[in-house]
């Protein structure tokens, strides 16, 4: 279940300022310690105004941190929303880049590291991942050998004249590919002398004009693009073809391409090639899959009993997390006792000024039982250590 929802439109984001202003929420604009509580009041001339602005520092105000960017947090309705204000006077910023907005949370989260009533906790973090990549014998063997039955079904069994199996490596730079991996959307052309498919579970050549449109190239250059597109299907006497994403935890990782030079291709056949795929997956997954861990003792920012934010400070890991992705955490507790369990990466953060990565988790509805009342217990603890300690100052 996608838990985050990403405004990056121009259009979207102003609607949420607006949202913002006619409800005159209060926001938390934030530096370290420092906080400033907002609340807002108009969009004028491209910025966000506030009607009032307090600082947990009197000494300082907004305009001190004139165009640097601060991290804003404002709760409205059943949402958290997550944005950078970047300042342009004492009572106004400029109009955010991007906004993450998700539901708020139902459980009372701590604060852990740096915590005075925390005096060691800590996690270590595992992930099965597939990366075709890594030169390994072992596993390039079992790859092609994956490959090969694949194409080989595809042509003897589902009667293709040409099947193709693709792993990505990142360095794709074929519009096609490009927009299957943006979309994990199968790309179609059922009738070569036809462009047009009415279908919006799949992708056609008018998607892929308005791809380049977006991309910044000009129209001479697109209609030649397709020119050429069309030249190739003559040339080589392509009917249909169809190309369909292989995509692994909300990624595409490779493309499965058929083409036929004697019959059209049905969209029954785009349905029974997008289960092929989906098993594809499942096949490289369960053969080609390793399982790495964490070195180190990795940071726990905060916590609650359905999630945290934790600091990844394993390079080797990056280049593997990325949203919707699930990880095992064993948690260590400061009597150095343990919990384990599953969690999906709900967040991504931007980078820490060392270079490590901050990542917001949600704990697996299996946890078990036990291990959950202990987290509760636990944190229900430190909440009530931190109100004798704000007590006792």
């Keep these: 279940m996608i838990v985050e929802e990403i405004y990056e439109d121009e259009k979207d984001i102003t609607k949420v300022m607006a949202l913002f202003c006619g409800n005159q929420a209060r926001a938390k604009i934030k530096d370290r310690d420092l906080i400033f509580s907002v609340r807002f009041k108009e969009i004028k001339s491209g910025q966000v105004y506030f009607s009032s602005v307090e600082s947990t520092d009197n000494s300082v105000s907004l305009d001190d941190y004139h165009m640097r960017p601060l991290a804003t947090e404002t709760v409205l309705g059943g949402n958290i929303y997550l944005f950078q204000a970047i300042p ?5 910023i400029a109009m955010p880049d991007l906004i993450k907005a998700h539901p708020k949370r139902k459980h009372p989260r701590i604060k852990v590291s740096g915590n005075p009533v925390i005096s060691k906790m800590y996690a270590t973090i595992s992930m099965k991942v597939v990366d075709f990549t890594v030169q ?15 194409e080989s079904h595809l042509v003897r069994s589902e009667n293709y004249d040409i099947a193709k199996v693709s792993l990505f490596d990142g360095t794709e730079k074929n519009i096609v590919t490009r927009l299957i991996k943006k979309t994990k959307k199968p790309f179609v052309v059922l009738d070569s002398n036809n462009f047009k498919v009415k279908d919006e579970l799949v992708l056609g050549y008018e998607d892929y004009i308005k791809f380049l449109i977006e991309e910044g190239y000009k129209r001479d250059d697109i209609m030649s693009q397709l020119d050429k597109v069309k030249e190739f299907y003559i040339k080589n006497h392509i009917l249909s073809e169809a190309i369909i994403p292989l995509v692994f935890e909300d990624e595409a990782i490779g493309q499965i391409r058929v083409v036929s030079l004697k019959e059209k291709i049905a969209k029954a056949q785009i349905r029974r ?3 092929l795929a989906m098993n594809a997956v499942e096949n490289l997954f369960e053969k080609c899959s390793f399982e790495i861990l964490s070195k180190e003792p990795q940071i726990v920012l905060d916590l609650s009993v359905g999630g945290g934010k934790l600091l990844i400070t394993e390079t080797d890991m990056f280049k593997y997390i990325r949203l919707l992705k699930r990880i095992y955490i064993q948690l260590y507790f400061p009597d150095e006792s343990m919990i384990k369990t599953m969690a999906t990466v709900i967040n991504t953060y931007d980078n ?16 078990d039982w036990r291990d ?8 229900q603890s430190v909440l009530r250590l931190e109100k004798d300690y704000a007590d006792e100052e």
């Design 88 to 92: 342009v006077s004492a009572r106004s």
């Design 136 to 150: 390994d014998e072992e596993l390039a063997r079992k790859i092609h050998l994956i490959i090969s039955t694949i």
């Design 273 to 275: 090639l997008m289960s």
């Design 352 to 367: 820490t000024e060392d270079g490590f990565k901050t990542i917001g988790v949600k704990f697996s509805a299996n946890i």
């Design 372 to 379: 959950k009342q202990k987290l509760d217990d636990f944190i």
